[in-house]
């Protein structure tokens, strides 16, 4: 679907947090300034989370807390070459029953993300706009 603003991609991510249920995993991919962050900032407004979401870039991740008790935990591997104990976090915050992850920038722990979670596809159009691709680990497009 094409996205043509900043405020299109946050509905997108509320309108997206009204689909899932935690827990989930979502990867999300796309070139820097592609839009994951505002999609991330819709997904939060739409489970509750008044916290300002910012990009975890520096600090590999953040975590917000929602409604049902669960959290947002979102991932940023973008600056490392290799994800070190980090990987280990991931694995153990997937594992929490209550929470939904985002992870940007997945390629060093892609083995960790599982069947019927979803990878989300941004590309940056000549125009501005974005495209963006919503499907499932198991390849399904939604």
Same mark, same amino acid.
């Given at each position: ?10 509905? @997108? !991510?509320?309108?997206? =947090? ?11 991919? !796309?070139?820097? !300034?592609?839009g994951?962050? #505002?999609? #991330?900032? !819709?997904? =939060?407004?739409? $489970?509750? %989370? =008044?916290?300002?979401?910012t990009?975890?870039?520096? #600090? %590999?991740?953040? +975590? &917000?807390a ?5 959290? @947002?935990?979102?991932?940023?591997? &973008?600056? $490392? ?5 980090? +990987?280990?976090e @991931? /694995?153990? #915050? ?5 929470? %939904? ?9 892609a083995?960790? $993300?599982?069947?019927?979670? &979803? ?6 159009l000549?125009?501005? /706009? +974005?495209?963006?691709? %919503?499907e ?7």
């Amino acid at each position: 679907m094409k996205v043509k603003s900043s405020q299109e991609m946050v509905k @997108l !991510g509320e309108e997206f =947090a009204k689909k899932i249920a935690p827990p989930v995993v979502i990867e999300l991919v !796309g070139d820097v !300034g592609a839009g994951k962050t #505002t999609f #991330t900032q !819709g997904l =939060a407004k739409g $489970l509750g %989370i =008044a916290d300002e979401i910012t990009s975890p870039s520096f #600090t %590999i991740s953040k +975590r &917000y807390a929602f409604l049902n008790g669960g959290e @947002l935990a979102h991932y940023d591997f &973008y600056r $490392l070459n290799d994800v070190g104990i980090m +990987r280990e976090e @991931l /694995a153990e #915050t997937m594992s929490e029953d209550g929470n %939904i992850v985002v992870v940007e920038w997945a390629g060093e722990v892609a083995d960790l $993300l599982g069947v019927g979670d &979803y990878r989300i596809n941004f590309t940056m159009l000549e125009d501005g /706009a +974005r495209e963006v691709e %919503i499907e499932t680990l198991e390849g399904d497009k939604i």
